[in-house]
């Protein structure tokens, strides 16, 4: 049984703000590529839709005066995936989320990407591979993924959905041990 639902988390405060900034369909998205991978791969897609959700609650507006997203400043400046496991941890840890999923969850945030760090190979697990490969496959040219819409209600839908389908997965790998 889980603590927390990806509907709980999509109804705080926090997350209604940063994962609307990066954009919620694209959130929504990666959340349910990382549903599938890890349910190929066999690793918890609790963890594994809760860190893609979240995957980029850390970002900044990197706006210029015109209104549009300079990319060049952003590329330079840009710590979102510290920001974002920081943030998705507080937040979990709020909605009473199990310390240790908390921090698996953060450190698959934080290694969505290395395009804030310095060269080098890191050896990502596999959950951490599941959610930087979900949303490798949900971006588009110009980050225009971060743009894409969805309203209110298919927002509720698609995460009352998938928090179905990850306590379903859950149900049946409990009768399997029991
Ligand atoms: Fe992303």
């Not at 839709?49 to 990319?71: L, N, P, Q, S, V």
Request: net charge negative; no cysteine.
């Amino acid at each position: 049984m889980r603590n927390v639902t990806l509907l709980d988390i999509y109804t705080h405060p926090v997350a209604r703000k940063f994962v609307t900034r990066s954009g919620l369909r694209h959130a929504i998205d990666t959340a349910n590529t990382a549903y599938n991978l890890a349910v190929e791969m066999d690793v918890d897609p609790d963890l594994a839709t809760k860190a893609a959700f979240m995957h980029d609650i850390g970002h900044y507006t990197w706006y210029r005066e015109d209104g549009k997203w300079d990319f060049d400043r952003y590329k330079e400046n840009d710590i979102h995936a510290i920001k974002g496991a920081e943030r998705a941890h507080k937040l979990l840890i709020r909605l009473g989320e199990d310390r240790s999923k908390a921090k698996e969850i953060a450190l698959a945030i934080l290694l969505h990407t290395d395009s804030y760090l310095p060269e080098g190979t890191l050896a990502l697990n596999q959950l951490q591979q599941i959610v930087a490969k979900a949303d490798e496959l949900n971006e588009q040219p110009n980050g225009n993924h971060h743009y894409l819409t969805i309203n209110e209600n298919e927002a509720n839908d698609l995460l009352t959905q998938l928090d179905q389908k990850v306590e379903e997965y859950e149900a049946v790998g409990q009768k399997k041990t029991s």
